[in-house]
């Protein structure tokens, strides 16, 4: 037990390699290296496998088009403009405490809630982009929970910074002149 | 096998398009009579469902190359691109504060003291450098997020999508938010 712990995997890849003779293990390193360049001809660039490809499966047949997906406003273009009013209103709610010096407390909690739901659709566009339905639903599904989740909390947590302390701006000022 | 099949191969071919050489010398080879014209594989077929043909298929899919690769792009699109450090300074400050704000609920169960007033005095604390370092750690993705998001509006609106236009305003973007950034963590 403890001996297989203190081996490294290279030092016992090592001891599994079968004691051939030295000629005979330079003659297959050599057809390798052969075998390789021959392969490597046909490639024009090196196989990296920086982003593999996520598991994937076909629906009907392989000659099938691709399923256009159903056209939905509220999913598509009130979203999206949606997304840039909220993203265009935190431009003068971000201004307005360096102008002024620090937010009053409906201010405060305006821009708290700005932030949490420019963060939540944020996040949200993220997990569509990279979790996508069609190749991982479950992990897509677990998610777009455990992030509606970790809003709910952060929401409440804000409600509660916001009516028990100074405010999120306030807190900032006070952290970055102490 | 190959070698097998190479040769194969090659007698049938002389065997279709006979040349002078070989016709005269049929009968001194001992070709005549046993030579074959059909092929013959080494390989065995096997009928398997529909679903496994499927499941052999996507398995094969997975062999395919990732495309498009991020090395073939030019740099400044792939390595200084607006829109991915957008989303990079984005999530690291609605990261923080979605940490932040849970963690300070939880804090009266776990005994920790996150109130502005021991943050504040937690952070005067620290030595002059870590807190310009923390600062600066802090403003410079705000400083870029705020800024490249009013080019993203601006995009959003029509406006700057001349090549060069993006090109520049990219590379203004980053010198921007590095003052800014030093700014507000230092001068503020």
New interface residues.
């Given amino acids: 037990m403890m001996a297989s712990i203190a081996r490294s995997s290279l030092l016992r890849q090592v001891a599994l390699v079968p004691k051939l003779p030295i000629a005979t293990r330079l003659a297959s390193q050599q057809s390798a290296i052969v075998n390789a360049a021959r392969v490597a001809t046909f490639h024009t ?1 090196a ?7 996520l ?4 629906e009907g047949t ?1 000659n099938d088009a691709a399923p256009v997906p159903e056209t939905s406003p509220s999913h598509g273009s009130y979203h999206w403009t949606f997304d ?1 009013l909220v ?2 209103s ?2 003068p709610l ?1 201004v307005a405490p360096f102008a002024a010096g620090s937010l009053n407390p409906t201010l405060d909690a305006l821009l708290c809630a700005t ?1 949490l739901i ?2 939540h659709t ?2 949200q566009n ?1 997990i569509i982009d990279y979790v996508p339905k069609y190749r991982t639903p479950r992990a897509r599904k677990l998610f777009v929970w455990g992030l509606n989740a ?1 809003t709910v ?2 929401g ?3 409600y ?2 916001e009516t ?3 405010g999120v701006t ?2 900032i000022k ?3 002149t ?1 | 096998m190959i070698a097998q099949r190479a040769g194969t191969t090659a007698l049938r071919r002389v065997a279709g398009k006979p040349n002078s050489f070989f016709t005269a010398n049929v009968a001194k080879l001992g070709l005549a009579q046993p030579l074959s014209t059909t092929q013959t594989r080494p390989v065995a077929t096997q009928k398997i469902t529909a679903a496994d043909a499927q499941a052999l298929l996507a398995k094969q899919r997975l062999n395919r190359p990732v495309s498009p690769h991020l090395a073939i792009y030019d740099k400044q699109q792939t390595w200084f691109g607006g829109s991915a450090w957008q989303r990079i300074t984005g999530s690291a400050l609605s990261g923080g504060l979605y940490v932040f704000a849970t963690a300070y609920l939880v804090a009266p169960l776990a005994g920790w003291h996150l109130e502005s007033a021991s943050l504040a005095a937690a952070f005067g604390a620290l030595p002059l450098a870590a807190k310009g370092a923390l600062k600066f750690l802090a403003a410079w993705p705000f400083a870029y997020h705020a800024v490249n998001g009013v080019r993203h509006l601006a995009f959003d609106l029509g406006y700057g999508f001349k090549r060069q236009t993006i090109v520049k305003t990219g590379w203004y973007i980053w010198g921007v938010s590095v003052v800014g950034g030093l700014y507000l963590a230092f001068f503020l």
Avoid: K, M, N, Y
């Avoid at chain 1, 598991?55 to 076909?58: G, L, S």
């Fill in positions: 660039t196989r990296r496998d920086l982003l593999p490809p598991p994937q499966r076909v392989v840039r993203a265009a935190l431009i971000t932030i420019h963060s944020g996040f993220i970790a909390v952060v409440l947590a804000l509660e910074f028990t302390d100074v306030e807190t006070r952290i970055w102490a």
